[in-house]
């Protein structure tokens, strides 16, 4: 049986259970940007978030990782799978960080992502797009997950809720923060240049 | 003065053009490679069926084939001829409108030391059980025979006087 471009997820899946190499690779193909796009947003580095990218999909292939599709589809199962490993990582990171000297505000203190001009800002040539990623970057990671899920892969309040674990009214509230936050960086900065 | 925060329309905008400047990032090429190696480490291709079986399976097979073969040609061979006649030898031979029908082989027949010839009349749909030609009218009508008995009672042959 061959494989379209309208083969759904669960069926990819079940043939990949079965051993077929190209419904793995069709899945991968399907779903690696999204997830990546995510992951690089999230963390700021491209070797962590392709990482990242690796891990999912081969928890996916070992069954480490069990996808229910009653409870949503797997590009969002794997945004959650994403998050959870990249506060994994930021964890590890932080326990071999030294601990910072001072903090006034909860959300400055948040551990930013790389804001150094890495690989993605290289490929992000649109200079209003860098300076969007270097703001999104100071956000702290709760706000910056449900602005790149909500502004970026157009999921919904309760997708987003689904994916962060935490319930809808949240969701609302790290928007509104993390969008006013966004806007607050976004004008220092062209204050400042 | 100046409020300290973006517009609303502004930094949907910004949002805007990071999401069409992201939209291009795709995971690098050697994560679907180690993927897919991993994924064929998982699940090594299987040999083919031929190969899967060991000698002792094919053994069993070829004795199964064999045997199948061996109860087909019993099923569809023609039925052998009746193992008292000798193949060169006609079964029925027909002689002035009767018929005589050896039901054992010639040499038995001669070797026979005390035949003797009993007479009767046979049902005429008997006479299509030995390959005789019976017309469906006179199916019910009976025909007369000799019968030629062995000594001991074992029937050697037949003589059908009229058969037609």
Known sequence: ????????????????????????????????????????????????????????FMGLLGG????????????????GVARILIL?????????????????????????ACEAAGPLARVLADEAAEEVRRA????????????????????????????????IGTVRSRLARGRAALAHYLRAHAGAA | MEPDTLPEPELDARLAALRVAGSRLDTPRCVEKELMQAFAARFPPRPPWYRRMNLAEWGAAGACATITVAVLASLLAPPAPYAGF???TPLVRFENGGAFIALDSFERIEQEPDP?????????????????????????????????????????????????
Do not use: N, W
């Open chain 1, 88 to 112: 994994k990582h930021e964890a590890a990171r932080r326990r071999e960080a030294p601990l910072p000297a001072f903090a006034e505000d909860e959300d400055e203190a948040a551990e930013p």
């Open chain 1, 136 to 167: 999104l970057a100071r956000l702290a990671p709760h706000y910056r997950d449900a602005i790149i899920l909500y502004e970026m892969h157009d999921l919904s309040y309760l997708e987003i809720a689904a994916v962060c674990q935490v319930d």
């Open chain 1, 1 to 56: 049986m061959t494989i379209t471009p309208t083969t759904t997820d669960d069926d990819l899946l079940r043939r990949m259970r079965a051993g077929q190499a190209d419904a793995f690779a069709a899945l991968y193909r399907c779903h690696q940007g999204p997830v990546y796009r995510f992951a690089l947003l999230r963390c700021g580095v491209a070797g962590t978030a392709a990482d990242i990218v690796q891990e999912c």
């Open chain 1, 64 to 79: 480490r990782f069990a996808f229910d599709p009653l409870r949503g589809t797997l590009q969002h199962f794997l945004f």
């Open chain 2, 86 to 88: 000798a193949s060169h």
């Open chain 2, 116 to 164: 003797h010839i009993v007479e009767t009349e046979l049902p005429r749909t008997m006479l299509a059980t030995l390959g005789l030609p019976v017309a469906p009218e006179r199916a019910g009508e009976p025909v007369r025979a000799d019968m030629l008995v062995a000594a001991d009672g074992e029937l050697l042959a037949l003589r059908l006087s009229a058969i037609d």
